[in-house]
Structures are given as C-alpha cells and as structure tokens.
C-alpha cells in the first residue's frame, strides 16, 4: 500500500509540474545581430499572440504612431539589451518601432549601437522578461564580416561572449545544438509526443509512433525552411494545439486508440515540422549555411525528441504498475486534454 502510494503521489506531483510548466508557453523572439566596424544593430521581431497582454497593447500602440507608447517601448529596450565591446559599453542610439512587413501579428524593435572600440571580446546582454514576459526566449543569429553563428538568449543563459578577431563559422554542432534546445524547450511538441506515447503498447508501437513523427516533421521542416512550401504561424499554431487535444481526447474516448496510432502521428507530424520551421526559416541563412543549418537542426530535434521519449517512457512505465496500468494513461490524457484545450482557445481567439 505504501509504494503504491508513493507512486500516485509521485504522478500527481509530476501533472502539477508539468501542468504549471506547459500552461505558459515560452515566448520566441526572432533576432538578427550584425557587427560592422564598431556599429552592432540589434533587430528583434515577436510574435504579438505570444505575448502578455499589456506588451501587446504598448507594441501595438507603438506601431500605430502613439508617442508615449514607443517612449515605453524604447525605455524597456534600452534597459533590456546592452553590448560592451573591448571591455567598453557600447552607446544605444535610436530605437526603431515597427511591423514586420504585411505581418500585423508582429512587431520589430531595432537599435543601433556604437562602439568605442572596433575589434575585441563582444559581450551581449539581453534580458527582456520585465516587458516580454517571465517565460520570454530569443533565438537568431549574430553576423561579423568574420562570419555568422547562431545565438540564443533563454533560461540557460542571458549573454553571449564573441571574440569578433576569431573566425566564427555557423559549424554543425551549433545547428544541432540549437535543434535540442528548441525541441526540449518546445512544451506543444512535448505534450504532442505524451499524447501519442502515453498509450503505446510495445517496443514496436512506440518504435512505429516515434519514425513516424519524424518523418513527417523532417519533410514539413525542410519544405518550408527551403521556402518552398510557407504557412503562417497564426494558422500553424492553432493546428498544432488542435493536434494535442484530438490525440488526448482519442485516448479518452476511442475503445483501441493505440491502434494505428503512426497514421495519427504522421498526420500531425506534417504539421509541427512547419512549427518547428518558424524558428529557422527566419535566421536569413543562405546557401550551403542553410543546408547545413536544415540538416544540423534537424538532427538535433531528434536527439532532443530521443532524450525526452528515454526519460518519459520508464517514468510511464513505473507509474502504470498495477492498477496505474489503467489510471495512469488516463490521467495524463485528461490533464493533456485540458492544457491543449487552453492553448487551442488562446491561439484563436487571443491571436
């Protein structure tokens, strides 16, 4: 009786976690950093449905001509980001409020610093939480006229350290890099994937589940980074929501969900590989960098997608003993169930 309980009170311990961890969907930022003799620009556009409410509105504002709330926009930016270069603070200068092209769904902020200095160790510090909100994460690219490489300001980590005299390539391994961390970091796509596992039968069930998804995501990846095949985000993400609650509300309610699970898994795979797209279509990689940048992150997503089904299956596993061989699946499914329901609604309604 004891462990049993033990293991109920571990379950509900992990919805609670998980629950308060899923239910704030972390903000991206889209950000675009160019040296160039001793000039650093700083170009920044968010998605305007991510964000809290009260960012929307000032950005909103801002980008509609009111003065006050570009003054606010520009004071949360100075205050957010600074670059020191050679052990100096570079100088902001303008802060540039707009949109992002025929996109009204975002919003670019853009500053202009000057530098004392114009070679050294360049230190960029950004923290935008106070105003984007406390889950907020930036993901670009930095460009030196040595060349380019990927960054990415988040939880981990809030400043960038770059020696601009060293050549800096956009190497595999920081492609792959970036793929786990945005797939680990990616809550949907995880929920998605406890959805679609959490009643697996098998090795070969899950195995089935898993090469599907894959397939499908790294064909819709790739179409759409290569440009050839190109779907807003304000569709995409109500579709990927939408994808959570139909496999969760399967489990539910469906006599045999596990039963050709992989044509579920497919389907919907197509769709969050255009989710995952938005993050590297809009880095402005050309040429043999954006192949390399395609492969790298796509294999880094699923090295972050192996490492979260490797942990999530045996804790699966060991909760759904006994009478947990029934309960278990079904209590994730429900708390899955309500958190897709959440997002679904908020996507369409809120952006």
Not at 250 to 263: H, Q, T, V
Request: aromatic share 10%; net charge neutral.
């Amino acid at each position: 009786m004891t462990a049993r309980l033990m293991r109920w009170a571990a379950l509900w311990l992990a919805l609670i976690v998980c629950g308060g961890a899923f239910a704030h969907v972390t903000t991206t930022g889209l950000l675009r950093i160019e040296f160039t003799g001793g000039r650093v620009l700083y170009a920044l556009s968010v998605a305007l449905p991510e964000l809290p409410a009260s960012a929307t509105a000032t950005l909103t504002a801002a980008t509609n001509g009111d003065r006050a709330a570009a003054e606010t926009v520009a004071e949360a930016a100075r205050r957010s980001v600074t670059v020191d270069l050679d052990g100096g603070r570079c100088r902001a200068g303008r802060v540039r409020i707009g949109g992002a092209g025929t996109n009204e769904t975002r919003a670019t902020v853009e500053i202009d610093f000057t530098c004392d200095a114009s070679h050294g160790r360049l230190d960029i510090t950004e923290d935008w939480r106070a105003f984007l909100g406390e889950h907020y994460q930036t993901l670009g690219n930095l460009r030196t006229p040595s060349g380019e490489r990927p960054v990415i300001f988040g939880e981990e980590a809030r400043s960038i350290t770059v020696d601009i005299d060293r050549t800096i390539g956009t190497g595999w391994f920081d492609f792959v890099k970036l793929g786990i961390e945005h797939i680990l970091t990616g809550y949907d796509h995880l929920l998605f994937l406890v959805a679609l596992l959490v009643t697996a039968r098998g090795v070969w069930s899950v195995v089935s589940i898993v090469t599907a998804f894959t397939l499908a995501h790294s064909v819709t990846l790739s179409v759409a980074a290569l440009g050839i095949v190109t779907i807003p985000d304000r569709i995409i993400e109500p579709l990927i929501a939408a994808t959570i609650v139909w496999v969760a509300l399967e489990n539910l309610f469906a006599a045999e969900p596990d039963r050709r699970r992989w044509i579920w898994s497919f389907g919907f795979g197509l769709v969050h590989g255009f989710g995952f797209a938005s993050v590297l279509g809009e880095l402005g990689l050309k040429g043999v960098t954006l192949v390399r940048g395609l492969v790298g992150f796509n294999v880094g997503v699923e090295i972050g997608q192996l490492i979260f089904v490797a942990v999530f299956l045996p804790a699966l596993m060991w909760l759904s003993r006994g009478r947990g061989a029934r309960l278990a699946p079904r209590i994730a499914s429900l708390t899955v169930a309500v958190i897709g329901t959440y997002w679904l609604v908020e996507r369409i309604f809120v952006g």
